[in-house]
Structures are given as structure tokens and as C-alpha cells.
DNA sequence: CGCGACTTTGACAGATGTCAAGGCTTGTGG
DNA sequence: CCACAAGCCTTGACATCTGTCAAAGTCGCG
């Protein structure tokens, strides 16, 4: 598929495409998704926890951070959406939030109203199944942060994330693996890797130190990506970005 | 529902039923899924990383673990699947193994085939439904746990991972805010805290002095379920066990 | 030009990891 | 029923990583 038009849907239909197969016009009802675009200031939460929508959030422009977080407050990302993501597809079928979506930086979303998807879903079995798969994606990168977070040292985990973002702004050919945009503070980064601000600073001096990565503005420029992903251990697989080996006939939901 | 026959299928189902309403005949189709079940020994891996499966295993006695592993080869546990869990739903859609899933007690799960459980969906979208909504369900813990290992200190991590156990066995009968057989190894309890078997004995024994918990050769013994639900900041929302309210009409995926 | 947010530093504290050894259970075979 | 082995739990001394606190430096925006 041809990303001239990086419109938020047509990177949505490449994202789901990236896994499942659909049919000419079952794309075509992905693109047709209604929604409403508006923009989000950074640090605004515009998912609260608990809250009940009715509606997901496409990520057009910024980023995005799911939040959980303990009780003295300290927060914890769980998940980082960029441009092309639906943040809450789940929503859907679990329309209150378990968990709170607030802008890393100034961001645009689309809310697209939970009662197109639901019927996109349920005319097009291959389309909900495509639904489906995006959601086990999107928690095969969850498990992969239990991992990081909880074995590997500071270092490693820097590393690990940059490696994921590089990969994944790639995919939807907004950077690649000379760097990318990134729209987060140390701060932000901390709660993604469970550190400290202080101790992210200190390990990306080190990256810096090492040659691996610099920084340019708001650009993160990656110097030496073989070593990155030494340093990350990264292993690209869990991204699951090759398209699963078709199944035998095509929907696997379609009867 | 009765749990007079806490069969595996009939668990399976009353885990489904807690959060998506299905039929009569919707359940019976659940109930009537063919396996074959198979013992596995301790410590012992039955799904192996890149392995492709054409089977999900629904877990019937032990006690399963979810592994990812850094490179230096420690193992870190990203699920832990009782009886009536699905270890691996989300196979169906994911065929290749994105983790490795090992016994961490004697166990005995039975091998369903991918085939039935797409015939189940695709025939019923009800049950697509109810399939999709538990790898969400299974998504939300995962996201706990990141901010358990990201978050929290030794004793949280391990207050929350029993408060967390203590109820979802409860849910199937098997235990509850009293305790649960916990058929997991100090190291394994380690590999899911993201911490040393050496710092997990001497958190539990912090535990036990302060009179929280207390061992009985396999049983984990809560002494004080308020005290523990405030150590590990606590909150079971997050396992979404209450049926989600219906939505307008019923079956979301069906037209 | 000045404010506010972000980054960078340093000194120190505390939690968790590492290593190594000994003691306890439990299951098995004689 | 006893003895043994294997795995598991427990402990202690010490190392290291990461957190905490506080302040100064830098950058971008109005």
C-alpha cells in the first residue's frame, strides 16, 4: 500500500494491513470511519481513568501515553501510541477506561464513535478479526515491557524503547533507523521505563557518551542501530510486523 | 452458574460469562469444544518461543507461567494462568508463540484446537465476542503488572501478585481472601516480581513477621486481607470480573 | 529579555542484587 | 522405617544500582 497519503486512517488500514488481510472494500470501510479530530495539549489527559467512553481515540499527530499508576501518585506507562495507533480499540468491547490517556505532547486524535467499529466488526467478520489481532499485537508489546522493566538495568531498557519507537515510526515511515521525533521529556521516558527522571538523564548521557544515540531538538538521532539493539537486546519479532502466514481459506471468522 | 462440575470447559466458560453474556446455546458450544489433555511436568516448557501451534491450552490443574527472557537468560514471568484460563487464546488469531509457556507445578491442561475455536467464532459472533473481550480482560493484568514491577517496592509487588491470585481463584472456587494453594517456587515468584529468589524470601519473611501471610506447606495463608489489599495498593477493577454492562442490543459482533 | 519547563550535576541514602554457605523438606529406594 | 539425595528455603556480608534532594544551568517561548 502506497503511505503518499499518510492520512490517520490510511495509517490505521496499513497498521491492521501490517497483520490481516482484507479485502478491497473491507479496507475501504476502514477508511470510511467516521470520527471527530481535536487536539489535546501536552500533559492533558483526555481519557480519564474509569471514565466511560463511547468512542476510540486514533492517534493522528503527537504522541500518546497510557497511564496506570500507585497510590503515592508516581505514574507508570503502559503503552505508547503514535500517529496510525487506536489507542482504546479495546474500548469497544470494554468501553470503561481501565487506564488513562493523556498527551506526551501536543497531539490530534480522531474520536471514532464506538458504534461504527462495532458495525464495521460485525458486517465484516475479517475486519473484526483484524480488531482482534490488533489487540493481541498491542499486549505481545505489553509483555515485552514487563521484560524490560523488570530485567533489565537502566541502560538496557533505554535502549529497548528507542529500538521499539525506531521500529515502529518506521513502519509508518515517519523515521526510521537513523532516528525519529521524540515527542517526550526525560520525565515521560521515566515513567515509561519505571526509573527516575534523574536516572533516565544520567543513562542517556551515557548512551550519548557511547556514541549510540545524540539528540538534535526534539530529533532522536540513533548513531549506531546495530549497537542500539545490542544494547537493547532487541529482537524485533514481538512486533509481530510480518504479516501472519495466511490462514487456510481467508477470514477466519467469516463462516 | 452452578461450579458443581468445575470441569475445565465449564471454567473456561464461567470466566468468559463474567464479563460477556452468552446464550444457552453459546455456552453449550463452549462446553462441547473437543481436546485432549496431557500431563506436564514441573518446570517444564509444553510451548517453546517461535514455536507455531495450531492449539490453545486451556489450563485444568497446576499452575501455568507465561516466560520472556532477557538475553543473559533470566526468565521473567509476563502471566500466570490458573485453572479455566486459556494460557494462549490469542494463538488463534497469532499462530507462531510470541513467549514460551512452562509449568511451575505438575499440571494438566488439554490441547484445543485453533480449527474448533475458529468454528466456534466464526459461527457464533457472540462467542468471537466473548473471545476477544478475554484477551483484553488477560491485556489489562498484563498492564498491571507493568506497573507492579515498574512502580512498586519488593512488599507491594508481592502483596499485590497474592491479592491478585487470591481473587481470581476465588472467582473459580478455588480459594479465596483467606488463601489459595500457591504451587510456585520462590524463584518463580521472583521471576513474576522481577526481583532475586534471595530478595523474594526475605520480602516474604517481612510479610510473615508482620503477620500478613503465613505458609502451610503448599497454602498460602492470608491473615489479614485488608492489611494485605493496603501493602499492595490493591485495586481489583482492573480485572474487569464484573460482566460489563450490556451493551445496547446484545451481541456486539453479531449483525 | 525574562519566565517556566526541562536538563544536568553532585553528594548521599536506600533498596535490591550477588555470592556463598548451611539447614530444612520431601520424595525415593533400600 | 531409615538413609540419602535433590531441591528449596534461609542467612550473612558485601557490592551496586537506582532513588532522593537540592541547586544550578540551559533552552524555548511569549
Redesign the pocket.
Request: aromatic share 0%.
Given at each position: 500500500m502506497s503511505l503518499s497519503d499518510p492520512s490517520a486512517f490510511r495509517l490505521f488500514l496499513h497498521r491492521l494491513t501490517a497483520h490481516s488481510r482484507l479485502s478491497g472494500e473491507e479496507q475501504q470501510v476502514i477508511l470510511d470511519l467516521p470520527g471527530t479530530a481535536f487536539q489535546v495539549a501536552?500533559?492533558r489527559d483526555f481519557v480519564r481513568l474509569g471514565e466511560r467512553v463511547d468512542h476510540a481515540c486514533l492517534v493522528v499527530e503527537g504522541l500518546i501515553g497510557r497511564f496506570g499508576q500507585n497510590r503515592e501518585g508516581s505514574r507508570q506507562i503502559t503503552a505508547l501510541h503514535i500517529p496510525g495507533d487506536m489507542a482504546d480499540l479495546h474500548s469497544v468491547v470494554f468501553p470503561s477506561a481501565g487506564s488513562a490517556l493523556q498527551a506526551l505532547s501536543v497531539s490530534t486524535i480522531i474520536r471514532v464513535p464506538h458504534d461504527a467499529l462495532r458495525q464495521a466488526a460485525s458486517r465484516h467478520p475479517a475486519v473484526a478479526e483484524a480488531f482482534w489481532r490488533d489487540g493481541v499485537a498491542d499486549a505481545a508489546i505489553l509483555a515485552e515491557w514487563v521484560v524490560n522493566v523488570g530485567r533489565r538495568?537502566?541502560r538496557a531498557r533505554a535502549a529497548h524503547l528507542f529500538c521499539e519507537l525506531a521500529t515502529r515510526y518506521r513502519q509508518t515511515g515517519a523515521g526510521g533507523r537513523d532516528g525519529f521525533a521524540l515527542r517526550a521529556?526525560?520525565?515521560h521516558l521515566a515513567d515509561a521505563l519505571?526509573?527516575?527522571?534523574?536516572?533516565v538523564?544520567?543513562t542517556?548521557?551515557g548512551l550519548r557518551a557511547e556514541k549510540l544515540i545524540a539528540f538534535a531538538?526534539r530529533m532522536l538521532r540513533i548513531l549506531d542501530w546495530e549497537r542500539l539493539v545490542d544494547a537493547g537486546e532487541f529482537d524485533s519479532d514481538y512486533l509481530k510486523m510480518d504479516r501472519a502466514t495466511p490462514l487456510r481459506g481467508r477470514a477466519l471468522l467469516g463462516a
Open positions: 501536552t500533559n538495568n537502566a521529556t526525560q520525565t519505571g526509573l527516575t527522571p534523574v536516572h538523564n544520567r542517556l548521557m531538538g
